[in-house]
């Protein structure tokens, strides 16, 4: 089965920085990695899929990256409303599995 | 616009089988996969399981031997079954589509069901 980690598994940022999250697989997954963002008690919500294509309504200053093994989740001006916990995930091939998260908090 | 309505028992006793059922408003139900995803609390997210618009299914091989996705096409809705059920599966429990086409993401999801399990 493939393993999705990710890094940090926390952080404290400020509204205007510039927040980047990685995710490493443990085998290659070619650009088969999509980003959920989850705020309590809601369900996640797509963000990037394919790797670096931005889902529908969502803002611009979310980007993605990466092929391989490795990839990014760049948010170039943190909101307000970013402070959420934030999680990559494989399809490449089943079990569909999901990195253990990102939670990003207010400094 | 689609929408995933999910419901379900939350009060469940060791042994017993967990049904969650969901139902898929506002979208077509066929040429797509639906699937299961739990939440423990505090904790991240388990891909459970899934059935395609054929009807193949394909589960997490942690759950296999307890785990059942099904669906009725009549009514738009897709449902879970998990059996023999412990503490440890007190979860959120989420259904969600998978996209058409490939590669798959879960691009819609329902609002979740919290299952507790105790005795």
């Known amino acids: 089965d493939i393993q999705m980690t990710q890094s940090p598994s926390s952080l404290s940022a400020s509204v205007g920085d510039r927040v980047t999250i990685t995710c490493r697989a443990s085998?290659?997954?070619?650009?088969?990695l999509n980003w959920y963002q989850q705020k309590p008690g809601k369900a996640p919500k797509l963000l990037i899929f394919?790797?670096?294509s931005l889902q529908s309504g969502v803002p611009s200053r979310f980007s993605g990256s990466g092929s391989g093994t490795d990839f990014t989740l760049t948010i170039s001006s943190l909101q307000p409303e970013d402070f959420a916990t934030y999680y990559c995930?494989?399809?490449?091939?089943?079990?569909?599995?999901f990195g253990q998260g990102t939670k990003v908090e207010i400094k | 616009q689609v929408q995933l309505q999910q419901w379900g028992a939350g009060l469940l006793k060791p042994s017993e089988t967990l049904s969650l059922t969901c139902t898929v408003y506002?979208?077509?139900?066929?040429?797509?996969?639906w699937s299961w995803i739990r939440q423990p609390p505090g904790t991240g997210l388990e891909w459970i399981g899934e059935?395609?618009?054929?009807?193949?299914?394909s589960y997490n091989p942690s759950l296999k031997s307890r785990v059942t996705v099904s669906f009725d096409t009549s009514k738009n809705q897709f449902s879970l079954k998990l059996s023999s059920v412990t503490a440890a599966d007190t979860a959120v429990y989420y259904c969600?589509?998978?996209?058409?086409?490939?590669?798959?993401?879960?691009?819609?999801w329902g609002q979740g069901t919290l299952v507790t399990v105790s005795s």
């Open positions: 969600a589509r998978l996209s058409s086409g490939w590669p798959k993401w879960f691009d819609y």
């Open positions: 394919a790797a670096s």
């Open positions: 059935i395609s618009h054929s009807g193949s299914t």
């Open positions: 506002g979208g077509s139900f066929s040429g797509y996969s």
């Open positions: 995930q494989q399809s490449y091939s089943a079990p569909r599995a």
């Open positions: 085998q290659s997954i070619s650009k088969y």
